[in-house]
């Protein structure tokens, strides 16, 4: 019997949310599950203190080193970072990072085959860069490149002498001396990008985008589990975290695209699935799940706004069911794999 290990950096299954929901997916699957985190790792004895979901509650039992991990969260210290990399030369990870957006984004615009949906996006290494756009564009997007839930992202629209900006749903109108400030003040710690605001509006000009959420299955094989739009509730950012809501996918495009709603229907499934697989072939490491998060202008155009890696769970119970079972089965998967690997 396969046994997965969920790892994550927190220390009680009882503070992360999803742990119920996997371990109730791999006891359906009939697969041995338990949630440990790196300073549980005894690496000399390839044992480990984890937690085992038994009649509804968290045991703590010591246990072998599990067939495959479900690393469901990135080590926050130098010493999980050690340990997690020990643990990575013997088993099998299902998860592996992609990168922030800027690595992202050459990494697609390098490969061609999906560049044409990439919005022009550069490193801000200093203002100019920003009014350039600006001056170009006249309305900009300023995002951090390893944020994420849409935290940090600032729209700038520039009209004569000044310019409007949209921050955590409060606007403020800036001189171009004080817009100067504020991006230097904003860059002089992280990493940001700028890149053309894309308008992506709904018939009664709301913006709004599409998440495309897809995951690899029991066979290996990239499948769409869900596709939803997220519209902007107030501002100009789409996102179900900052204020955004969300719709059923089709009674949206049919409201949206009226008869030409299958169509747009069947291309966002098409894509979802086309470009998974082959931004897959992009990395040395397997992937198993992507959050592609897309518009449509006025020309029916599709555009990437960010791939995710670690993508939030889907707005319905239903679809996070749907998603713990499809990870469980993967991980499967990959034991398969790697037995396949040592008998040959």
């Given at each position: 019997m396969t046994t997965i290990g969920m790892l994550s950096h927190r220390n009680d299954p009882k503070t992360v949310f999803k742990s119920y929901a996997y371990a109730a997916a791999a006891?359906?699957?009939?697969?041995?599950?338990?949630?440990?985190?790196?300073?549980?790792?005894?690496?000399?004895?390839?044992?480990?203190?984890?937690?085992?979901?038994?009649?509804?509650?968290?045991?703590?039992?010591?246990?072998?080193?599990?067939?495959?991990?479900?690393?469901?969260?990135?080590?926050?210290?130098?010493?999980?970072?050690?340990?997690?990399?020990?643990?990575?030369?013997?088993?099998?990870?299902?998860?592996?990072?992609?990168?922030?957006?800027?690595?992202?984004?050459?990494?697609?615009?390098?490969?061609?085959?999906?560049?044409?949906?990439?919005?022009?996006?550069?490193?801000?290494?200093?203002?100019?860069?920003?009014?350039?756009?600006?001056?170009?564009?006249?309305?900009?997007?300023?995002?951090?490149a390893s944020g994420a839930k849409g935290i940090g992202i600032v729209y700038i629209q520039q009209e004569d002498d000044q310019y409007t900006i949209y921050q955590n749903q409060l606007k403020q109108v800036l001189t171009k001396i004080e817009l100067k400030q504020f991006i230097e003040n904003i860059i002089k710690n992280d990493a940001f990008l700028s890149q053309p605001f894309i308008q992506s509006k709904t018939n009664n000009g709301l913006s709004y985008d599409f998440r495309l959420h897809t995951q690899k299955d029991g066979e290996g094989q990239w499948t769409l589990t869900t596709i939803y739009p997220r519209i902007a509730g107030e501002g100009v950012v789409a996102n179900l975290s900052g204020g955004g809501y969300s719709a059923i996918f089709e009674s949206f495009l049919k409201h949206e695209f009226e008869e030409k709603f299958y169509d747009v229907k069947r291309t966002l499934e098409h894509f979802a699935v086309h470009f998974s697989t082959h931004f897959d072939g992009l990395y040395n490491e397997p992937l198993d799940e992507l959050g592609i998060d897309i518009g449509i202008d006025a020309n029916r155009k599709i555009w990437i706004f960010e791939v995710n890696w670690r993508p939030g769970p889907p707005i319905l119970f239903s679809l996070e069911q749907d998603v713990t079972k499809r990870m469980i089965r993967y991980a499967c998967y990959l034991q398969l794999q790697k037995a396949r690997l040592m008998q040959s």
């Open positions: 006891k359906m699957e009939g697969v041995e599950f338990f949630f440990f985190s790196p300073g549980r790792v005894n690496l000399k004895e390839k044992t480990i203190l984890g937690w085992v979901y038994v009649m509804g509650e968290w045991i703590e039992k010591t246990v072998p080193f599990p067939d495959v991990i479900y690393n469901s969260s990135p080590p926050i210290t130098e010493k999980q970072e050690v340990i997690v990399e020990a643990l990575r030369q013997d088993i099998p990870f299902t998860s592996n990072p992609i990168g922030d957006k800027m690595s992202v984004y050459n990494r697609i615009k390098k490969d061609g085959t999906f560049s044409n949906y990439l919005i022009p996006s550069v490193d801000i290494t200093k203002f100019d860069v920003v009014n350039d756009l600006l001056n170009e564009y006249q309305e900009i997007i300023v995002k951090p």
